[in-house]
């Protein structure tokens, strides 16, 4: 919730809250380490603590490189302790920037997961997970009309059951979105993400305005306790640096017993208001060309005046055979 800000009295209330935050004496929201990551990334010993990582992520002491602005790259930072808390609200500080003005990709992928350090083809993850995706998709692999431009932000609840559409950038599946401009900007850019009672909230500070921007609100999204937080980013063909520079995990659960707790280990992902997820459509076959269409004609016209002279020779024979009878 503090970051690097100009101005003066903001940063002063912003001190203030942090405190608030840290001692925990408001709301009982306070930011737990152990789910945390905070600079510098490398001291003395051990490198990251709380947090395990592979494929090509690169630590430094400002930054956590999932992705260099490299060809077929992937990478992926994942805490080790489930979360133990029914509501929760994240800050994730991350910078994406690249060589590329028109052409950059693919993007990535803030996880609260059943599974953690899998990989796979989800933005570096394993499809048909289970829990909650929020995805910062920078490449618009569909060619045809969206509804939106990209770099765009959305999120899908999964039990398992559904693979992650990367033909329609995961538009069959999701469960909202908005579009996002955070690319190749000087300052740290940040998405909150918060989970309470329910509801699922997203927003973003990509302006260095130091205040959050809606980006969706769903309600009756269901996410069990139990689950880990994970980062995960990939390159293809196109490429950019994806950096993380700080994950901070507010514990916002009030009056809630440990057996509740507990048992919401056991629900399984599940998001009502869901819009029923669609088949994969093919893209339409681009347009006949017109020699195809001549052929197609002629085959129809060679068929019909077949089919008409068998009919007359036919009908000459049976009046033939009438005749003669
Ligand atoms: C998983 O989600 C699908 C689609 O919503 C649903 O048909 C299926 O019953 C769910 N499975 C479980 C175990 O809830
Ligand atoms: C906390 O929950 C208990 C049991 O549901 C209830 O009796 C109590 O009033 C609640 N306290 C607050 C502050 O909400
Ligand atoms: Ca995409």
Redesign the pocket.
């Known amino acids: 919730m503090t970051h690097t800000n100009t101005n003066w009295i903001l940063a002063f209330f912003g001190t203030l809250l942090a405190l608030e935050l840290v001692t925990g004496s408001e709301n009982n929201e306070y930011m737990k380490r152990e789910h945390s990551l905070v600079r510098p990334f490398q001291g003395v010993g051990v490198i990251l603590p709380h947090w395990d990582f592979l494929g090509n992520t690169m630590v430094t002491s400002n930054y956590i490189r999932l992705t260099p602005d490299l060809q077929s790259k992937s990478g992926a930072l994942w805490n080790y302790s489930p979360i133990m808390g029914r509501n929760w609200e994240v800050h994730v500080g991350f910078k994406v920037h690249g060589k590329g003005n028109e052409l950059f990709g693919d993007g990535f992928a803030i996880w609260y997961t059943k599974d953690r350090m899998q990989t796979g083809p989800v933005f570096g993850s394993k499809d048909h997970f289970s829990g909650l995706a929020i995805i910062l998709d920078t490449y618009s692999n569909h060619n045809g009309p969206h509804n939106h431009q990209h770099p765009y932000l959305s999120a899908m609840v ?5 693979s992650y559409d990367h033909d329609r950038d995961g538009t069959h599946t999701q469960l909202a979105g908005c579009e996002v401009r955070f690319r190749n900007v000087d300052y740290d850019t940040f998405i909150s993400i918060r989970y309470e009672n329910d509801v699922l909230s997203v927003s973003t500070d990509l302006e260095n305005r130091n205040e959050w921007k809606n980006c969706f609100v769903v309600n009756n999204v269901e996410l069990p306790t139990g689950y880990y937080f994970g980062m995960s980013a990939t390159t293809g063909d196109l490429s950019d640096n994806h950096d993380i520079h700080s994950f901070k995990f507010f514990d916002i659960d009030t009056n809630i017993s440990h057996d509740e707790i507990l048992q919401r280990s056991n629900i ?1 992902p ?1 998001a009502k208001t ?1 819009e ?2 669609r088949e994969h459509k093919d893209d339409p076959k681009p347009g006949m060309s017109n020699a195809k269409i001549f052929f197609i004609l002629l085959f129809v016209v060679l068929v019909t005046a077949g089919v008409a002279i068998f009919a007359i020779s036919y009908f000459k024979d049976r009046n033939a055979r009438k005749r003669f009878y």
Do not use: E, L
């Open positions: 999964n039990n398992g059951t559904w399984i599940n869901f029923a997820p």
